[in-house]
């Protein structure tokens, strides 16, 4: 059963910084984009960041110059997101994700992790 597993979530004052990690539990996923959802309360789920298996980024607007994702990690299909600068709308659970790649079958799955959670607050 491939999972996801999150960590790197907690609480932080307006401008202070957060880093979020996240492995998979099988190697394969390196093929796939993998990134970053959150959700607020009563609020739908939006993506904030994604990373393609060549390295390919995209952000939501509301993240983009104070969040950095990466993948770097030669032995693990995982995906790190680096917060700068925290607002208190980023409070949210923050959960982790992977898209299989486009050449896979036609309703691949894709994975979601346990959701961790960021709270900024003074």
């Known amino acids: 059963q491939v999972q996801l597993v999150e960590s790197g979530g907690g609480s932080v004052q307006p401008g202070g910084s957060l880093r979020l990690s996240c492995e998979a539990s099988?190697?394969?996923?390196?093929?796939?984009?993998m990134g970053w959802f959150r959700q607020a309360p009563g609020k739908q789920r939006e993506l904030v960041a994604a990373?393609?298996?060549?390295?390919?980024?995209?952000y939501t607007d509301s993240v983009k110059g104070r969040f950095t994702i990466s993948r770097k990690n030669p032995n693990k299909a995982a995906v790190y997101l680096q917060m700068e600068n925290l607002k208190p709308e980023d409070t949210a659970t923050y959960y982790c994700?992977?898209?299989?790649?486009?050449?896979?079958?036609?309703?691949?799955?894709?994975?979601w992790g346990q959701g961790t959670q960021v709270t900024v607050t003074s």
């Open positions: 099988t190697i394969i996923l390196k093929i796939y984009t």
């Open positions: 990373m393609t298996v060549n390295g390919t980024a995209n």
């Open positions: 994700w992977a898209d299989p790649p486009p050449f896979f079958p036609a309703g691949a799955q894709e994975y």
